[in-house]
């Protein structure tokens, strides 16, 4: 898969996302808290040791995103 950097559009460092962040709680750019509704699903995503990753953002967050 591609890299979370692709994915979001920014520069995000692997293996510098928090706990919140790898499994959708909080939002992979910016680290604050998604809410339920309006995040927008990044999809399933490896870390380089293979943990599943399940990364959510804020829509403006990334941009050209499709919420
Ligand atoms: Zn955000």
Do not use: K, N, W, Y
């Amino acid at each position: 898969m591609d890299p979370v950097s692709t994915i979001t559009g920014t520069a995000l460092a692997d293996g510098e996302l928090t706990e919140e962040q790898r499994r959708g709680a909080a939002c992979a750019v910016c680290g604050t808290r998604t809410s339920t509704s309006g995040a927008v699903d990044l999809g399933r995503h490896h870390d380089p040791d293979g943990v599943r990753l399940f990364l959510r953002a804020h829509p403006e967050c990334v941009p050209g995103a499709v919420a």
